[in-house]
């Protein structure tokens, strides 16, 4: 284990600069996260609901032992028709050391992507905040939005952290 | 191959913690005028323990001063030197120091060091005076207390004293290995360079390599798995020691005299397997479903066999819940301690009794008590007890009396604080509550006067002293033990005593709850807040305004509908075809209206936190027979945000 082996092993990886994304469904559009926040890719199944809280959270289901809130990304993003069949796919995310589900119309495909590959959002004209936005990669002829899912899941829009308790229940 | 030392660490804090806890215990038992020599040579043993370890990863400052300390035990138990009372405050002073001192290396914070020049100061002087034995003292030290008490006791160390001793250690090759390190701990310190050493040196060294030698101190019956694998195995010592180095032996503070088979384990590890369990419990009712229907040739045998499972899990279930149960004389033991510096200090004549100290409570209470405890504790000795001159005019004792007392009652544990003082004084607390602007009168009545005492700020102490009042108190034990779920209640009777009363859940992993369904939803109730339930008369319900109440026991009950404040839809939303829970929390009675009983049943609290957030009116979740999640209600915060709710309304209209 010498330390050339290692900064080789680096240079490798920065040199060509490829993340791997987990591209999924919503409606018509496509999207893609880092695969490494996945921890498991299930079926829909019934959530127990829980008070007071926004239309896309659609509850809490047990996973193994845990807690886990499913939130329907359908719903957030006001993209597709909201249905819930066998179908349904809930991608398990592992990010801040929390579980948080998923829901998208399917999953389609792991992605590799260097950065040139990706292109910036536009900066004004869509109502998707840029923050939650890693860019846009055009693949074959559709385009797959590259979402910033850790951002996205604890920010204060989602409130799925305690901080945001009040913000949640207006 | 380098060690990184650190990891060895915390197993060397929680081990020395014990041995101090320990150490002062047997202190506070020791009778100086008829020492027990077991009691000392368990002092002695801990003391050299911690010195040993301490060596070992470079913790000088508690080297030293346990190593003086050594001396007068050792003195203390060869007879050379007499025991005193005042060599055993010396000694518990020291006790202190080594605590703070431990605390220190534990959040690496630098070390008083003047607090421990001083201690060995003390402790020196305390030697000269017991008549010159020091240079007795330090000579037996100087053979490195591991080997010295093998041929006298054969008890500190328990690998040398088993058959395999003559294999391992040709006994008088030790002397001169340690001869040979000339020191101390020299010796421990640097394990690198033992590898010269000769082949009983090796053995020693190969443990205080793994940072291990503190299990073998202990007097525990652990020996017997580690002996034999030191003893037979020379090869595979390394992976021996690794192994009970991690997470290693244990011992019971409070009994390690005796013989303790108890380990060590991470509570991580207990969670996790209660976790398990709690799947092999769905996982089996999911069976049982299965089992049910289906008709086969083999049904009865199925159906046995699926029974025979339930009680095997439900077992499991037990046991594994049973683990994270600790006698309360965990937190109890601490108090002997206080008590004493308590009575010195305000020259008061105390005694302690402790009651049921073996009554069992989940470990994370455990840990949450010892703050409130030990603040009543120092109240009632404060303020409750009287001086003795008083309670002699008074015609009482003395000696004033404060009881200790655990016990198990029904689905909780009670522990009571009682003295037999002068009892809480209504008339002073009625005028102090007044003048802080507390809302109080004349015309309440006792038991509403003493909690008043909760409300913050609130003391009645004339003098303010360094033990207690300050008014920084009691409203924090009060909120500390609601936070685990917890009440407490007073009773006092003036020129008698009083009587605190902490009434906790058995555990916080489980809780007993009446299953009820609204709408298609599934929600728990806490059995303990619920007084009953009732299906009403259309004569028996009133309405207010737009509220609902409820006429029962000759009461009016308010309704609080569970489809309401969960936001349920397609639930009963008369009172007529629902069924209402009266409830009672500790701040209100209510009935909850809710479509159906679904059966009483016990669940294992889930965290909602863990990966959502904390929701109102729900203090949990849980995951029911069939899989699927069940949110545990909060009757408090439950009543408390209907309450809010009602004002809010109020204000709109």
Redo the contacts between chains.
């Keep these: 284990m010498s330390k050339n082996d290692v900064t080789t092993g680096e240079s490798e990886i920065s040199n060509l600069d490829s993340q791997e994304f987990l591209s999924f469904v919503l409606g018509d559009e496509h999207y893609a996260l880092d695969i490494m926040a996945v921890k498991e890719i299930r079926g829909y199944e019934?959530?127990?609901?829980?008070?007071?809280?926004p239309p896309f959270i659609k509850?809490?289901?047990?996973l193994?032992?845990?807690?886990?809130?499913i939130v329907d990304l359908r719903i957030k993003f006001d993209v597709g028709e909201v249905t819930y069949n066998e179908f349904t796919i809930v991608i398990m995310l592992h990010v801040h050391n929390?579980?948080?589900g998923i829901v998208v119309d399917g999953v389609s495909d792991v992605i590799k992507l260097q950065d040139d590959d990706i292109r910036p959002p536009p900066e004004f004209g869509v109502a998707f905040d840029s923050r939650y936005l890693l860019g846009l990669v055009p693949i074959d002829d559709h385009m797959v939005i590259l979402v910033n899912i850790e951002r996205l899941i604890t920010s204060d829009e989602f409130?799925?952290?305690?901080t945001?308790?009040n913000s949640?229940?207006e | 191959m380098s060690i990184d030392m650190e990891q060895f660490h915390q197993v060397f804090f929680d081990e020395s913690q014990e041995h101090i806890q320990e150490m002062e215990q047997l202190l506070m038992e020791l009778d100086p005028d008829n020492a027990d020599p077991e009691q000392l040579n368990c002092i002695f043993r801990a003391a050299h323990s911690i010195k040993g370890g301490s060596g070992i990863f470079g913790f000088d400052a508690l080297t030293g001063i346990t190593h003086v300390m050594e001396n007068i035990l050792d003195g203390a138990r060869q007879q050379s030197l007499k025991m005193t009372i005042p060599i055993v405050d010396c000694l518990l002073s020291t006790v202190d120091i080594l605590k703070d001192t431990l605390d220190s290396y534990r959040e690496k914070q630098p070390v008083n060091q003047e607090a421990i020049t001083d201690g060995i100061k003390k402790l020196e002087n305390v030697l000269e005076q017991s008549g010159g034995k020091k240079a007795l003292a330090i000579e037996q030290d100087e053979g490195f207390g591991l080997f010295e008490p093998v041929a006298k006791e054969g008890e500190d160390f328990g690998f040398f004293d088993t058959e395999e001793e003559p294999q391992v250690i040709p006994g008088d090759h030790l002397p001169q290995s340690v001869a040979k390190e000339g020191e101390d701990f020299g010796f421990f310190a640097p394990p690198e360079d033992e590898s010269a050493n000769t082949t009983n040196t090796n053995l020693v060294s190969g443990i205080a390599k793994e940072g291990e030698d503190f299990g073998f101190f202990e007097p525990v019956n652990n020996h017997s798995v580690t002996n034999a694998q030191v003893a037979t195995q020379d090869k595979s010592k390394q992976a021996v020691a690794e192994a009970p180095a991690k997470r290693a032996l244990k011992s019971t503070p409070t009994q390690s005299h005796n013989e303790s088979s108890s380990i060590r384990v991470d509570t991580g590890k207990i969670d996790s397997l209660v976790?398990?369990v709690?799947?092999l419990v769905i996982t089996q009712s999911m069976l049982a479903l299965i089992g049910e229907n289906r008709e086969s040739r083999d049904e009865a045998k199925l159906q046995s066999s699926i029974a025979e499972l339930e009680r095997h899990t439900r077992e499991i279930q037990e046991a594994v819940m049973s683990m994270r149960m600790l006698p309360v004389s965990f937190v109890f033991n601490r108090f002997p301690r206080l008590v004493r510096d308590l009575s010195t200090k305000l020259g008061k004549k105390l005694e302690l009794v402790i009651e049921g100290g073996n009554t069992e409570v989940d470990k994370g209470l455990i840990e949450k008590l010892v703050d409130p405890l030990t603040h009543l504790v120092r109240n009632s000795i404060d303020h409750g007890i009287e001086m003795p001159n008083v309670r002699i005019e008074k015609g009482k004792d003395a000696t004033g009396e404060v009881i200790l007392r655990a016990a198990q009652k029904g689905g909780s544990i009670v522990i009571s604080i009682i003295d037999d003082g002068a009892g809480l004084n209504r008339e002073r607390i009625l005028n102090k509550a007044i003048e802080k602007g507390i809302d109080a009168s004349d015309a309440m009545s006792d038991a509403e006067v003493w909690n008043l005492i909760f409300a913050p700020g609130f003391s009645t102490a004339e003098q303010i002293t360094d033990v207690s009042g300050r008014g920084v108190g009691m409203d924090v034990v009060k909120r500390n033990i609601e936070s685990i779920g917890g009440r407490v209640e007073i009773e006092s009777i003036a020129g008698q005593g009083s009587e605190f009363n902490i009434r906790l859940p058995l555990t916080l992993a489980i809780v007993d709850g009446m299953c009820v369904g609204v709408g298609d939803?599934?929600y728990v109730v806490p059995l303990v807040n619920i007084i009953e339930s009732i299906q009403p008369q259309p004569s028996q319900i009133k309405s207010l305004t737009k509220d609902k109440l409820l006429w029962v026991r000759d009461k009016y009950w308010p309704v609080i509908p569970l489809y309401d404040?969960?936001?349920?839809d397609n639930a009963q939303l008369d009172p007529a075809d629902a069924i209402v829970v009266l409830i009672e929390s500790s701040k209100k009675r209510f009935g909850l209206m809710v479509d159906r009983l679904l059966g009483q049943q016990q669940v294992v609290i889930?965290?909602?936190?863990?990966?959502?957030?904390?929701?109102?009116?729900?203090a949990g979740?849980t995951?029911m027979g069939d899989?699927?999640?069940?949110?545990i209600l909060d009757v408090e915060s439950l009543a408390s945000s209907v309450d809010l709710n009602k004002i809010e309304r109020l204000k709109h209209e």
Excluded at chain 1, 159 to 162: A, K, M, N, S
Excluded at chain 2, 565 to 568: E, G, K, R, Y
Aim: contains cysteine; positive net charge.
């Design positions: 019934a959530v127990t609901k829980i008070a007071n809280a509850g809490v289901i047990n193994r032992g845990e807690i886990v809130p929390r579980v948080v409130g799925l952290l305690d945001q308790v949640a229940q | 976790n398990l709690g799947e939803q599934i404040c969960m936001a349920i889930k965290s909602l936190e863990q990966n959502y957030r904390r929701v109102s009116g729900v979740a995951i899989g699927t999640v069940a949110l």
